[in-house]
């Protein structure tokens, strides 16, 4: 891989968008409490509070530090939790053990921590990461912590002094690992890294499973959605989002490819319409992040924003975001519940912004699109035995938010000569639109395809916030100085993974999920 800077003015840029949406959203976190992990159930990360200001900014001082470095045998290098501040206390999971934890928000005095001893089970996990915790409140004083651990268990705790509720599930805890289609479940094979969300007394859980960039089978577990009762623990339904035969979509896996095909989980955090009731859940994309050839077809409910009834577990609606995603690009940030006014009418909205750099929008009670989306051609894959989508949904607004595809216009022009070295180099790839596809090693004397916003670019996990007195979505999005791709096959496994035509990889590392 180069290290030759091809794109100018920017190698690596994290950016903070305004994307002007005719826009009232939702309020937002209410009475300076933080109870989701996005602040609200639709995770606008929105709160009205005024009194820290841009005048008076500059003086604030620190009042007090929690350090987490001694929880683990290790300090956690990688921590993405956003605490949840309820009633003055803040819940939030802490070191490599992902302990829950809860703290005084005023003095930062620890007022009690869970540490659960998984053994084996939580020596392996599927994801290191974690974003957090859940919180349910009957109103009446049961005041429950929602903790999915690294071995895939879902514990119930009470929020005043952290023990497990025994009432919930078995002993206060539930298998995750069960369910699931698959005879066997092997430790650290599938987990969650975002918490679950809890939907009156529905708790959703979606799933993660180990990255899978170049995967040793085309086998994996399915990441199935789920709901359970907030009190009792006592599954009440499953979402299958690789569905079984009768099931609406599994004519789009073609070949059977249903019965051995995994992944699919929801892996962002997830978000809710809590009058209506309703989930909106983002699935990521099937096993094998960029080939698709043991799984033809457009594969549903992949890449998909999915609407589900919480208590039921029905689908409300769906839209697919990708057919057939052969380029990574799984649905990474949580959706955005907001309001929009179109032509004077007044919509409940949700935004789905994306790795590509789009940003689609929903009515998010009937799934109709706010802006129409098009069926674009985009270009064809002429790797063995794969077969891409002829067409690709485009969003006509908003517009991208970040660059999209990569030509001779993107590379640097600083000097003459520089553009003149830079174009050799991008000549030994394959440039070209978004959609692109990835190419096999050394396909037309190419060495990969580059690919722009790469797969861990665009709107990843810390996805965006809308400001609900402007009307204003705001997006994170990533850009990626280049990506390439090498693709060999391998007879054995019966797929492609991404390395050296010695067979060593050549991905660079991923700061995805």
């Known amino acids: 891989m180069t290290p030759f800077p091809l794109f100018p003015k920017f190698l690596a840029a994290a950016l903070l968008l305004a994307l002007a949406l005719p826009a009232t959203a939702q309020s937002g976190a209410q009475n300076g409490e933080w109870r989701y992990y996005g602040g609200d159930a639709g995770t606008t990360k929105y709160s009205p509070l005024d009194q820290i200001n841009a005048s008076n900014a500059k003086e604030l001082k620190i009042a007090w530090r929690w350090k987490a470095e001694n929880f683990g045998k290790r300090p956690d290098f990688n921590w993405e939790v956003t605490p949840l501040m309820v009633g003055g206390v803040l819940y939030f999971t802490a070191g490599t ?6 703290v005084d928000a005023a003095t930062g005095e620890t007022l009690w921590v869970y540490r659960l001893d998984e053994g084996p089970r939580g020596a392996v996990v599927a994801r290191t990461v974690n974003r957090g915790l859940s919180y349910w409140s009957d109103g009446k004083g049961d005041d429950r912590i929602l903790l999915i651990s690294p071995g895939f268990q879902l514990v119930a705790l009470n929020a005043k002094n952290g023990h497990e509720i025994p009432s919930f599930g078995t ?3 539930i298998d995750l690992t069960e369910g699931l289609d698959r005879a066997v479940v092997k430790p650290g094979v599938i987990g969650s890294s975002s918490p679950a969300i809890v939907v009156k007394d529905t708790v959703v859980v979606g799933a993660a499973l180990l990255a899978g960039t170049a995967p ?10 789920r709901g359970f009762d907030v009190r009792t623990g006592k ?3 499953t979402f299958k989002t690789i569905p079984r035969p009768g099931e609406f ?3 789009t896996w073609e070949n059977d490819s249903w019965k051995y095909s995994g992944n699919t989980g929801a892996w962002p955090p997830l978000s809710a319409d809590l009058e209506l009731g309703y989930v909106y859940i983002p699935v990521e994309m099937p096993t094998g992040d960029f ?13 998909s924003l999915v609407c589900l009834d919480a208590k039921t577990g029905k689908r409300v609606w769906h839209y697919q975001l990708v057919h057939h995603d052969v380029w990574d690009w799984d649905i990474a940030a949580p959706p955005i519940l907001l309001d929009v006014t179109v032509a004077g009418k007044k919509v409940k909205a949700v935004a789905q912004i994306t790795k590509q750099a789009h940003t689609f929008v929903f009515d998010r009670v009937t799934g109709k699109p706010v802006w129409p989306i098009e069926e674009r051609a985009v270009p064809q894959s002429n790797v063995p035995g794969e077969r891409t989508s002829p067409t690709q949904p485009w969003p006509s607004k908003p517009l991208g938010f970040d660059r999209q595809g990569i030509g ?4 640097i022009d600083f000097t003459p000569a520089l553009k003149e070295e830079a174009l050799r180099i991008a000549s030994r790839y394959q440039l070209g639109p978004l959609y692109t596809p990835p190419i096999v090693a050394d396909a037309g004397g190419k060495l990969g395809t580059m ?17 609900a007195e402007t009307g204003v979505l705001y997006v994170a999005s990533g850009r990626g100085q280049r990506r390439e791709f090498r693709f060999e096959a391998s007879a054995e496994n019966q797929h492609w993974s991404p390395g050296s035509a010695s067979g060593k990889a050549t991905m660079g590392p991923d700061y995805g999920d």
Not at 97 to 102: G, K, L
Not at 292 to 301: E, P, R, Y
């Open 291 to 303: 080939y698709g050839g043991t799984h033809l077809g457009d594969n549903l409910f992949s890449d």
């Open 97 to 102: 053990r992902r302990d829950a934890v809860a």
């Open 171 to 173: 002993n206060g805890r």
């Open 249 to 251: 979509g599994n004519e």
């Open 216 to 225: 040793p089978s085309k086998e994996n577990v399915p990441g199935y959605i």
């Open 451 to 467: 690919i722009l916003p790469h797969h861990v670019g665009g709107a990843n996990w810390p996805g965006g916030a809308v400001d």
């Open 235 to 237: 599954k009440n339904w």
């Open 408 to 411: 001779p216009d993107d590379l």
